[in-house]
């Protein structure tokens, strides 16, 4: 993992009253996400990987510390840009390596045919080989929700709201037009998560106000896969 770079994130559930007011403070303070539509946000759709033991659910839903997980993640319902992404967390700490894939290596892995990929020069698509051809590393889960997004320099802050989130339930391709994801919390809630290097400026700080919000672990594999369970311990 040379060259990856760390960061802290922390994850709330806010209801639409503490998003609007955190969402009001932050609108006057910092800039939104420069790949936001006119009405401040994005479509984010992921098709997440785990293996024949689901090593990625179980070990989040156990709270080990060093872990990780692939997904497949595209914006805007568009397949101009799609990305490998491996998201790694180390004690407090989280990363990401990515790589850009053509459209067809993505219906190639959703088939699973990762034979396709056996000589791609990307070390991480050597990695999702190697894990699909031992370990049997296969998509698992479509999780799809709206991002509004906002980012400062001073700090590498970035702030953001996951709304609407759904799931596709035994659907798995993300071009499906038939594709109809439901709602995959019963709650109307948000996640806000907030990433940073070091530390969070101030008056960012005291704008989202977090001593009054609960931390939260708020995986959306997690959620998502409660809704196609095959085991009682996948609701933990």
């Not at 609108?27 to 006119?38: C, F, P, T, V």
């Not at 692939?70 to 004690?91: G, Q, W």
Request: proline residues 3%.
């Amino acid at each position: 993992m040379t060259g990856v770079k760390f960061r802290h994130e922390q994850k709330y559930y806010v209801n639409y009253h503490q998003y609007y007011l955190i969402r009001q403070r932050l609108g006057n303070l910092i800039h939104r996400d420069e790949h936001a539509n006119d009405e401040g946000d994005y479509h984010i759709r992921s098709v997440y990987f785990d293996d024949f033991e689901n090593k990625a659910l179980q070990e989040k839903q156990a709270g080990i510390e060093n872990r990780h997980k692939f997904r497949i993640r595209m914006y805007n319902k568009s397949d101009e840009i799609i990305h490998l992404e491996k998201k790694i967390k180390r004690n407090t700490w989280i990363a990401k390596e990515k790589v850009s894939i053509s459209r067809r290596i993505v219906d190639d892995l959703l088939h699973g045919d990762f034979k396709a990929i056996a000589d791609e020069k990307s070390p991480l698509l050597q990695e999702i080989y190697l894990e699909m051809k031992h370990r049997l590393l296969r998509p698992k889960v479509i999780v799809d929700y709206v991002r509004e997004a906002y980012v400062a320099k001073t700090g590498n802050v970035r702030i953001t709201f996951d709304k609407d989130l759904r799931t596709s339930l035994n659907k798995i391709n993300p071009f499906d037009i038939d594709l109809k994801p439901v709602r995959a919390l019963d709650e109307p809630v948000y996640i806000l998560e907030v990433k940073f290097d070091e530390y969070i400026p101030s008056y960012i700080s005291q704008a989202l106000q977090l001593n009054g919000l609960q931390r939260q672990s708020a995986s959306k594999y997690t959620i998502c896969r409660k809704y196609m369970k095959a085991n009682t311990w996948e609701d933990q």
